[in-house]
């Protein structure tokens, strides 16, 4: 996805497509951006993705899902379409599809980022594009919430009795989850790229960065002539889209 490079390109970053599961082999960092869910988990089957991709969430490295990328993550997805999907699953959650309704249903919300902006800095909300969005509905004990919005009045965020989700769910109950963080697992339900505003693209380059101390040979090295003037890391970091 062109705009998910150029957001990249504005960091110092430039990504790469991943196409082939060998591919993920020679690369430490992951983003799985927005599209048709259904046809994305098609595509990723015809070329046999899956057990890569899986594999590459399961050594801890960074993957980050925007949108149809959150719901590949979850562990559980509801409102899929008859017979449902196959999924990377690795984050502890379950994600309603198109929990915010259709194309014509999309929209624009301010959404306060505390973690994001401790981070990053810059103002206390953030911008978020929801197209034909999913909502997180569900989050185990291990998963940090970084953003939510309320909840549309014909929504229930409640999908069952899960004990795990019981205490998470009664502190959302006029809300929905929309990006949350599990380990070296990120995924936000709205479109960052879209915006101007990079504060999440650097946030995920910052949780590479973190790993790839260990596994240098990932990052392409540059100098600068002065000390004092530390210009970002650029990454060779994958955008696994649909062709």
């Given at each position: 996805?062109?705009?998910?490079?150029?957001?990249?390109?504005?960091?110092?970053?430039?990504?790469?497509?991943?196409?082939?599961?060998?591919?993920?082999?020679?690369?430490?960092?992951?983003i799985i951006?927005?599209?048709?869910?259904t046809t994305m988990a098609k595509l990723a089957k015809y070329h046999n993705l899956f057990?890569?991709?899986?594999?590459f969430v399961k050594m801890?490295?960074?993957?980050?899902?925007?949108?149809?990328?959150l719901i590949f993550l979850a562990n559980k997805a509801t409102g899929q379409k008859t017979g449902g999907q196959e999924l990377i699953v690795g984050l502890d959650c379950m994600v309603h599809r198109n929990f915010f309704g259709s194309q014509l249903q999309s929209f624009e919300a301010e959404?306060?980022?505390?973690?994001?902006?401790?981070?990053?800095?810059?103002?206390?909300?953030?911008?978020?594009?929801?197209i034909r969005a999913p909502g997180i509905i569900?989050?185990?004990?291990?998963?940090?919430?970084?953003?939510?919005i309320p909840t549309p009045s014909d929504k229930n965020v409640h999908s069952g009795p899960s004990v795990e989700s019981q205490q998470e769910n009664a502190r959302m109950e006029n809300k929905v989850i929309v990006?949350?963080?599990?380990?070296?697992?990120?995924?936000?339900?709205?479109?960052?790229?879209?915006?101007?505003?990079?504060?999440?693209?650097?946030?995920?380059?910052?949780?590479?960065?973190?790993?790839?101390?260990?596994?240098?040979?990932?990052?392409i090295s540059q100098s600068t002539e002065d000390p004092h003037f530390r210009k970002p890391p650029i990454f060779d970091l994958p955008i696994y889209q649909q062709q």
């Open positions: 996805m062109e705009l998910e490079r150029r957001a990249l390109r504005k960091l110092g970053v430039k990504g790469v497509e991943i196409r082939k599961p060998e591919q993920l082999q020679i690369v430490s960092a992951l951006p927005g599209g048709e869910s057990p890569a991709l899986r594999e801890g490295k960074p993957v980050w899902g925007t949108c149809a990328g959404l306060l980022i505390p973690k994001i902006v401790a981070e990053e800095g810059g103002p206390p909300s953030f911008r978020g594009v929801f569900e989050v185990g004990p291990e998963v940090e919430v970084l953003a939510d990006a949350v963080k599990q380990g070296n697992l990120l995924a936000t339900a709205f479109h960052p790229e879209l915006t101007a505003d990079t504060r999440w693209h650097s946030y995920f380059l910052k949780m590479t960065s973190a790993i790839s101390e260990d596994a240098s040979s990932s990052i």
